[in-house]
T-cell receptor
Framework: TQLLEQSPQFLSIQEGENLTVYCNSS?????LQWYRQEPGEGPVLLVT???GGEVKKLKRLTFQFGDARKDSSLHITAAQPGDTGLYLC???????????WGAGTKLIIKP | GAVVSQHPSWVICKSGTSVKIECRSL??????MFWYRQFPKQSLMLMAT?????????EQGVEKDKFLINHASLTLSTLTVTSAHPEDSSFYIC????????????FGPGTRLTVL
């Protein structure tokens, strides 16, 4: 059974603080995607990382793919209330292209 | 581009009735569509994968006779929840990709189903 462990599951911090969300697995992924989901809406793709060691930046969000392509992290600098939402990681298996989903991180940024 | 719509966005029905949810790719042809279920504060759970013109492939534990999936065209897939019960209440999300296998999934906005 392929698992993608995402942590923390819940995080509530003050505006301006930094945070990191982690996704770890024993499986190797051909790519890993990060999504953000608002209540009552579908997930929206933030970024896809493909190469081991790859780092992508999206304004205050920094995404990193592990060298072995088994783990990834999302770092948010100077969090804003608008960053509040459910963040999901999903790894794509190279064997069958199936997406394996993390449990999600519920992020609340307090003004 | 790559917009996916779902209809209805929310539905309330009585126990024992059937509900059909539509998923449409508005500006591209979707060879493959996926149906997910999401309970509150939880991640997405893949229910089934459907390729246009073929029978859907259901994940383990998902009843194919209860959750009927039809992918008759390259822009439309439907999920019918038959004889719905309160435990079927959930947020159902579809996604679509242009090609089978490795390709980006574009997600719909979801459908909130409440069974009374």
């Amino acid at each position: 059974t392929q698992l993608l462990e995402q942590s923390p599951q819940f995080l509530s911090i003050q505006e301006g603080e930094n945070l990191t969300v982690y996704c770890n697995s024993s499986s190797v992924f051909s790519s890993l995607q990060w999504y953000r989901q608002e209540p009552g809406e579908g997930p929206v793709l933030l970024v896809t990382v493909v190469t081991g060691g790859e780092v992508k930046k999206l304004k205050r969000l920094t995404f990193q793919f592990g060298d072995a392509r088994k783990d990834s992290s999302l770092h948010i600098t100077a969090a804003q209330p608008g960053d509040t939402g459910l963040y999901l990681c999903a790894g794509e298996l190279s064997s069958n292209y199936q997406l394996i989903w993390g449990a999600g991180t519920k992020l609340i940024i307090k003004p | 581009g790559a917009v996916v719509s779902q209809h209805p966005s929310w539905v309330i029905c009585k126990s024992g009735t059937s509900v059909k949810i539509e998923c449409r790719s508005l500006d591209f042809q979707a060879t493959t569509m996926f149906w997910y279920r999401q309970f509150p504060k939880q991640s997405l759970m893949l229910m089934a994968t459907s390729n246009e013109g073929s029978k859907a492939t259901y994940e383990q534990g998902v009843e194919k006779d209860k959750f009927l999936i039809n992918h008759a065209s390259l822009t439309l897939s439907t999920l019918t929840v038959t004889s719905a019960h309160p435990e079927d209440s959930s947020f159902y999300i579809c996604s679509a990709s242009r090609r089978e296998g490795i390709d980006t999934q574009y997600f719909g906005p979801g459908t909130r189903l409440t069974v009374l």
